[in-house]
């Protein structure tokens, strides 16, 4: 009977420790401190469903090729080669549905979080991921108000609604001074809610400050299927240029208004704009888009490390790499960098380390190191402006990032 016990003390023993030495990072839950983990889960929430999908489906897709990146290159090394793996929500666009995606995906044990591409469902998910402790990285999502929350659990790598309609506004009035053409009145359409409304806000503040008047403001609801209305609006102030802030589609139907309506501008100039600066864009628009402009967040197409990473997306996906696919896998990059420098996969160790990281070789045209202030946003993001020019998005002001140069007027036909 004593040798009967004295078994069952060992398999008892033998039990404990196997669970101890046992997968429990595998969902992002465990970390050196604790046993390196084995498999680190990351969420990507991107609308791969519904009118955004064309944008966010690319995204996802540009998640997973950043683990797999990061897994070929040995993993996390200060973790003994740990690997990253993705697990995807569809948000669909819609705020409820990105909330409740995120909520999933955090019980199933993703350590941290990538999306969302909008900024309404951006604002639930920096919501529920500040309420259960995991990191999430905004890959594109431009609200101030995402950050003005007090979260510690939200990073932003692009640049913020403030930052992109007050350079969008300098780099417009520079332009104009720059080829004897004063920019004095502007016409802003713009997409309804908060995406819309806050880079038009921060856009209409710094122009107003330097003598620009706001003729008209024109706003529309996403799923508008004609711009005719809208640009008639804005061609009435009599601008000297219209200022556009909206998503893929229905910028492409403003451009296709403009182009039939014929406004006499000198320029039509998108701001955070998903459209205008898009490699697919000049295609679909065909004349349309000719010499459009684009003060946005860009890839920097200067970069041999983007070349490569974009050349290996299409030969891989099908299709080019745009500027938010790169942000998405410039977020995995940053998640891969905070668990290498944490050594931990635990969601509140791993927050700490990303609010730390400087990552110095940037995927986009951005001034300085990827690093986050006390609020979350990456301080050293910046637009810059780009143009369609024969068919192609090239890089045209500031001269640091040129790849070609400016066209004037800057609209189709003129």
Same mark, same amino acid.
């Given at each position: 009977m004593r040798r009967y016990r004295g078994h069952l003390a060992v398999v008892a023993a033998l039990g404990l420790l196997l669970a101890a030495c046992g997968d429990s990072g595998s969902t992002g839950s465990g970390g050196a401190a604790s046993g390196a983990a084995k498999t680190i889960t990351i969420g990507s929430l991107h609308p791969l469903t519904g009118p955004l999908a064309g944008a966010g489906k690319p995204m996802d897709e540009a998640v997973k090729m950043a683990a797999d990146d990061v897994n070929a290159a040995g993993g996390i090394t200060s973790m003994g %080669? !740990? +690997?990253?793996? #993705?697990? =995807? @929500?569809?948000t669909q666009g819609k705020p409820e549905v990105g909330q409740s995606e995120a909520q999933r995906l955090m019980s199933a044990g993703a350590a941290a979080l990538v %999306? +969302?591409? /909008? =900024?309404? #469902? +951006? /604002? *639930?998910? !920096? =919501?529920? !991921?500040?309420? +259960? @402790?995991?990191?999430l990285v905004i890959d594109v999502a431009v609200a101030d108000q995402i950050l003005q929350q007090g979260f510690k659990y939200a990073f932003r790598i692009q640049p913020d609604a403030t930052s992109m309609g007050t350079k969008g506004a300098d780099d417009l009035v520079a332009i104009g001074e720059a080829q004897n053409a004063p920019i004095k009145t502007v016409s802003y359409i713009h997409v309804q809610g908060d995406f819309g409304d806050s880079v038009f806000k921060a856009f209409q503040q710094e122009a107003t400050s330097k003598g620009v008047n706001i003729a008209k403001e024109v706003t529309y609801d996403a799923s508008m299927n004609d711009? *005719?209305?809208q640009v008639s609006q804005a061609a009435a102030g009599n601008p000297d240029a219209i200022i556009v802030t909206g998503y893929f589609p229905d910028s492409l139907l403003v451009a296709k208004a403009i182009a039939a309506l014929k406004p006499k501008i000198k320029a039509v100039y998108g701001i955070a704009n998903g459209g205008f600066d898009d490699e697919r864009f000049p295609a679909a628009a065909a004349t349309a888009g000719n010499n459009i402009l684009s003060a946005n967040y860009h890839f920097d197409a200067t970069s041999a490390d983007v070349k490569d990473i974009r050349q290996r997306f299409e030969q891989k996906y099908g299709e080019p790499m745009q500027t938010a696919a790169v942000l998405s896998y410039q977020a995995v990059k940053v998640i891969a960098q905070g668990l290498e420098d944490g050594k931990d996969a635990d969601p509140k160790k791993l927050r700490d380390a990303i609010a730390k990281v400087s990552i110095d070789k940037s995927l986009l045209a951005f001034d300085g190191p990827i690093a986050f202030d006390d609020t979350g946003q990456n301080t050293s993001a910046i637009p810059i402006v780009m143009q369609v020019i024969s068919g192609k998005i090239q890089q045209v002001f500031p001269d640091s990032f040129k790849t070609a140069d400016l066209v004037w007027p800057a609209v189709a036909g003129q």
């Open positions: %080669g !740990a +690997t990253l793996k #993705v697990a =995807s @929500g569809d %999306g +969302t591409y /909008q =900024s309404d #469902v +951006t /604002q *639930t998910v !920096a =919501s529920a !991921a500040e309420r +259960t @402790g995991v990191p711009a *005719t209305t």
